[in-house]
């Protein structure tokens, strides 16, 4: 017998698969009328079979951020071209890289300094196996990645003179205009005219998917939250609150005084990250309603602005302010179509953080 969204018992992570399929089919297809290769960052959702639907949907193949995410998807068959966007140090991660460069057609990874490097290759020399590597960019967010064009020549040259090393381009995040496209024309410039060929420019960041055709230079783009979307994707111009497929399926326990409400969700399931985003979600059903904290099995709620305001029991659904972040809270996120629950998909990535 269907199960409707209404007798999920709180809290629960929903996705709504329409919104979802939606959400991929317009990435594909944005990046495509671009020419540019689709590389989605499962790190999102930690799903296979939702890394299955984006690779069904012409995807090349996808991002991980860490080598236990890689594993997994692995593991699952989900695509056999995957790009490692992290550092990878130390002989216990190198040694889980070398089998999983054994497993896969072709397997990636970023570097932005020589001490990883000169670990990446002695591992590609135990191993006999060559080591594709990308030079990670700062192009102004302020992490990881070299700091100049120059900078990027220099590693490059350096990583191509160990053994074991393939050098197969740059990649930044998130790309930004102008500071991005500047430095990237300066990189590859300097590395063009040292005789360096890059065929592989790596872009990312959902916010900017959609003005991704201002970057010639880019042959791939690496997008995340595009597939549930959030409070933040919404707040930064990337996204309607039409487009948010994940919401946070939530009770009011408690009404300790008229201007407030308490959510049986609290830090153990939502975030408190911003960013640009005001307050800490959208209660949907009242979008004048504040969340404006979270203790951990508890949201508190302003509802001062609120002419109409929830009763003890009711369930209310939240989008969250960053989805990646919910994701990892979660065994399970359950998948929902036209209110009725057509799939429950464990979080099979979850916690794979090394």
């Known amino acids: 017998m269907p199960i409707s969204v209404a007798d999920l018992d709180t809290p629960a992570v929903v996705i709504d698969l329409d919104i979802v399929e939606a959400n991929i089919a317009r990435a594909q297809a944005t990046l495509a009328s671009h020419g540019l290769n689709n590389r989605p960052h499962i790190k999102t959702h930690k799903i296979p079979a939702l890394a299955k639907k ?156 959609k003005s991704c055709g201002d970057f010639p230079m880019l042959t791939e783009y690496r997008a995340g939250t595009y597939i549930y979307n959030d409070v933040m994707q919404v707040t930064a111009g990337g996204a309607t609150f039409n487009d948010c497929a994940m919401t946070v399926r939530a009770t009011v326990v408690s009404r300790p005084t008229e201007d407030r409400a308490v959510l049986d969700a609290g830090s153990k399931v939502m975030t408190y990250e911003q960013h640009y985003a005001k307050g800490f979600g959208r209660i949907v059903e009242y979008p004048d309603a504040r969340i404006t904290g979270f203790s951990e099995e508890h949201g508190m709620v302003d509802l001062a602005a609120c002419a109409k305001k929830p009763k003890i029991g009711e369930v209310v659904s939240v989008i969250p302010n960053h989805c990646c972040v919910v994701t990892n809270m979660m065994d399970e996120v359950i998948g929902v179509r036209r209110g009725v629950v057509e799939a429950v998909f464990p979080v099979a990535a979850r916690g794979k953080v090394r």
Request: with cysteine; net charge neutral; glycine share 12%.
């Open 54 to 209: 984006q690779m069904e949907a012409g995807a090349v193949g996808i991002t991980c951020q860490k080598l236990g995410e890689v594993e997994v998807m692995a593991d699952a068959g989900v695509a056999d071209d995957i790009l490692l966007t992290y550092n990878v140090l130390g002989d216990a991660k190198t040694e889980r890289l070398a089998a999983l460069i054994r497993r896969l057609k072709r397997m990636a990874v970023v570097l932005d300094n020589e001490v990883v490097a000169r670990g990446l290759s002695e591992a590609g020399k135990r191993h006999g196996v060559n080591i594709r590597f990308l030079i990670e960019c700062d192009t102004g967010y302020g992490r990881n990645g070299v700091q100049s064009p120059q900078a990027a020549l220099d590693l490059a040259r350096e990583a191509m003179r160990m053994p074991n090393m393939q050098f197969e381009g740059l990649m930044t995040f998130p790309t930004a205009k102008p500071e991005t496209r500047l430095w990237l024309e300066r990189a590859l410039q300097l590395l063009g005219g040292a005789g360096i060929a890059v065929p592989v420019v790596s872009g990312g960041g959902s916010p900017a998917l």
